[in-house]
């Protein structure tokens, strides 16, 4: 597996954006300020983290998908890693926001990742319809930190 940066047109992964967040109008408020890395294989994207630079040595994660058919074989851990070992020496924080979920929590949680604090209704006050993920209807945006120095 390969992980590089797209300095083309990051919008030709919508899909896998997608995964990670259904409305393509959030995508557009963070796509061009941020870095998007592809994992690869044999040419094939299977996962995307995109990264923004928050200011005050925050770098948050504002995209990780993996195509469904390869979840769960380490490639988020992956590219979160990849990111850490690559920004560790220009950023303290890495940061990620994600809802209530009981998949996305733990495994932020299992990769070094420390509850921050909350933004409450942001997905209630945000996205045009209600966002499900393993059953639990969204509502905060839960911020988890883990740092990098």
Excluded at 19 to 45: H, K, N, Q, V
Excluded at 62 to 91: C, M, N, T
Aim: hydrophobic letters at 40%.
């Amino acid at each position: 597996m390969d992980i590089y940066e797209v300095c083309g047109d990051k919008r030709q992964y919508l899909d896998l954006l997608l995964l990670a967040d259904e409305s393509p109008r959030m995508i557009e408020s963070y796509i061009d300020r941020g870095t998007l890395f592809i994992a690869s294989d044999l040419g094939r994207a299977l996962g995307e983290i995109l990264v923004t630079d928050e200011g005050g040595g925050v770098l948050e994660i504002k995209s990780l998908a993996v195509a469904p058919a390869w979840q769960r074989h380490g490639l988020g851990r992956a590219l979160i890693e990849y990111v850490a070992g690559r920004y560790s020496d220009s950023f303290d924080v890495l940061q990620a926001g994600t809802g209530e979920s009981p998949f996305t929590l733990p495994f932020y949680e299992s990769c070094g990742f420390t509850y921050s604090h909350r933004v409450k209704n942001f997905f209630t006050e945000h996205y045009d319809k209600p966002i499900y993920e393993g059953g639990v209807r969204l509502a905060d945006m839960v911020y988890l930190r883990r740092k990098l120095k």
